[in-house]
């Protein structure tokens, strides 16, 4: 047998270098379009949304297919880009969609004063579900549709509360 | 039977480079048409929308989104988030801007965009500052038509 010549081996290890390359740029592409069109997995930490979630950490599954489709509905839970710092994505419940009129607490540690607003055409009215340590829409006011990045679907871990995440049984009832 | 495993190849080639197209689209730059003349004369000279011009956007800027004063960006309309604008970053965080009726500060994580032609923009003048998150990226040249092609500065 023939033992093969050293240029036809630079050929094959380089047709293998191609091909595991491609491989890989095929791989972060699908990744990409996975998490950016139809979901992802979050980490979600800190006391804003006590009791729906747990403040020292859930594992979460969210969609990013009915942003695009339909508006957002009241009771939601969605991760938004934060109109104060672009680099930070809370989560919040939305309460009030355009044109509904909330009426909220503004600060529940100091005072009982509440405030009302009409939320303007293409925007959302978010709140943490723990108002007394949440910064939301009741601080930096109605967020645009444009600023959601997707819905919660589904709590993975902590495995004793696996199950789907939606609207309080208070918001049912409205 | 041959014919059958052909499609099937082409199928998956093309699946495979629409996939990729899509990454770069997102993660890299894209080429998007101008509408209006909003921008003039920095894009749009003419009125006339068969020599609408072609942009480059690059997407790198939206790892950290820092941006600056005199970027051209294109971002999600705040009152209607399937409409993209093209405008000029002319506010950043902290600045004092001079609207129609009186002194505005530019709110933390927001910015004040204004189309260069100010007769016919509708820009922050009407629908106030925008956050800095509905920015899907910045405009560096334009690619098209072919005696326009040039890099848009600040």
Known sequence: MASPSSSSFWSIASRQAMNSGLFITKLYCFLHVTTNYLGFMAYAYGPSMIPTLHPSGNVLLAERISKRYQKPSRGDIVVIRSPENPNKTPIKRVIGIEGDCISFVVDPLKSEKSQTIVVPKGHVFVQGDYTHNSRDSRTFGPVPYGLIQGRMLWRVWPFQDFGPLGPTPSELTN | ?154
């Open chain 2, 1 to 154: 039977m041959g014919i059958q495993k052909l499609l099937w190849e082409v199928a998956k080639k093309s699946f495979a480079g629409g996939i990729i197209g899509l990454t770069i689209s997102d993660r890299c730059c894209s080429v998007v048409p101008v509408r209006g003349d909003s921008m003039s004369p920095t894009m749009n000279p003419q009125k006339n929308s068969f020599f609408d011009d072609f942009v480059l956007v690059d997407k790198f800027c939206l790892k950290d989104y820092k941006f600056a004063r005199g970027d051209v960006v294109v971002f999600s309309s705040p009152t209607n988030f399937r409409d993209r604008y093209i405008k000029r970053i002319v506010g950043m965080p902290g600045e004092w801007i001079s609207s129609s009726r009186d002194v505005v500060r530019v709110p933390e994580g927001h910015c004040w965009v204004e189309g260069d032609n100010k007769y016919s923009s509708l820009d922050s003048r009407t629908f106030g500052p925008i956050p800095l998150g509905l920015i899907r990226g910045r405009v560096t040249r334009v690619v098209w038509p072919p005696q326009r092609v040039s890099k848009i500065g600040r």
